[in-house]
C-alpha cells in the first residue's frame, strides 16, 4: 500500500533522511525505532505530508504523493498523531474530535465516526464538553487518536505515543492501537519504547542518522547482538530497554 523508494529529506542544506526506502501492506502494523536524533519525526512527518520530499518518491497505493500538497494526504486516507499529541486545547473534545473529519469524505459520516470512536474509547464520552487542556496526558493520547480516526484513514501514523504516560496507561495506548489495526487500519508507529514497539509489530524498521541501517521481524531483529545493542537498547541476556 505504502512505498518510499530512496527518499531523501533536508532541513536547509543538512540531510535529514537518507535513501529511505520502506513498504507497508494494507492492514500492516510496522514500528519504526532507533535512537533519539535518528529521524523518526522527521520520517513520520515526510509520509504524513508535513515536511517535503527532497528526492525519491512515495506513492499510496496508485496515488503518487511525491509532491501532493500537504492538505491533500488526509483525502488519501492518512492520518498523523503527532508527537506531542497537539489538541486544540481550548476547545472541547468533541469539537477537537469534529475537526478531524473536515477532509472529503469523511464529514459526511461524521455521526457514524463518532460512534465508532466512542466505541472504541468508552471514556471520550464523559469528555465531549470539556476543554480537551484539562484531560490528563493519557486521555488526551486517547481524544488524539480518536481525532485521527475521524478522518477514516487506511494509514494511521503514530508518533511517540507513549511519550511521557505512565506504564499503566501505555498498555492501555497500546491496546487501543492493536484493536484499530485489527479493524483493518495500517499504522505506522514511531516508538520509543522498543519493546513494546517490537511486541506489537509484524515487522519493524531500525533507523540511525537518518538511514535504515536494519529491517525485518521482530523476532529477525532481536537475534542480531549488534543491533539488540547498538540500536535496541538490549543487553547481552537480551532484554529490552526504551531508546
Not at 503518487?64 to 492518512?78: I, N, Q, S
Request: proline share 5%; net charge neutral; aromatic share 4%.
Amino acid at each position: 500500500m505504502l512505498e518510499l523508494k530512496s527518499v531523501e529529506a533536508r532541513y536547509g542544506a543538512a540531510v535529514a533522511l537518507r535513501d529511505i526506502t520502506l513498504s507497508l501492506a494494507g492492514g500492516e502494523l510496522v514500528s519504526i525505532v532507533g535512537p533519539n536524533g535518528a529521524g523518526k519525526s522527521t520520517l513520520i512527518n515526510v509520509i504524513a505530508g508535513i515536511h517535503r520530499v527532497a528526492a525519491g518518491t512515495m506513492t499510496l497505493g496508485s496515488r503518487d504523493l511525491t509532491h501532493l500538497p500537504a492538505w491533500r494526504f488526509c483525502e488519501e486516507g492518512v492520518a498523523i498523531v503527532p508527537e506531542g499529541r497537539r489538541l486544540f486545547t481550548a476547545m472541547t473534545v468533541r469539537e477537537n474530535l469534529e475537526l478531524g473529519s473536515y477532509c472529503a469524505g469523511a464529514k459526511g459520516a461524521r455521526r457514524e465516526s463518532l460512534d465508532r470512536v466512542a466505541a472504541m474509547f468508552p471514556p471520550l464520552t464523559e469528555w465531549f464538553e470539556r476543554p480537551a487542556g484539562t484531560l490528563s496526558g493519557g486521555q488526551q493520547q486517547m481524544a488524539a487518536i480518536a481525532r485521527a480516526l475521524m478522518a477514516r484513514p487506511r494509514l494511521l501514523l503514530l508518533d511517540e505515543p507513549s511519550l511521557g504516560l505512565a506504564p499503566v496507561i501505555v498498555l492501555e495506548l497500546f491496546e487501543i492501537i492493536q484493536r484499530v489495526n485489527a479493524e483493518g487500519v495500517a499504522v505506522l508507529l514511531v516508538e520509543q519504547n522498543v519493546a513494546m514497539a517490537l511486541d506489537i509489530a509484524a515487522r519493524a524498521y531500525v533507523l540511525e542518522q537518518g538511514r535504515i541501517v536494519a529491517e525485518g521481524t521482530p523476532e529477525s531483529l532481536l537475534r542480531e547482538p549488534r543491533l539488540r545493542r547498538a540500536y535496541l537498547g538490549a543487553d547481552e541476556a537480551g532484554a529490552q530497554h526504551t531508546l
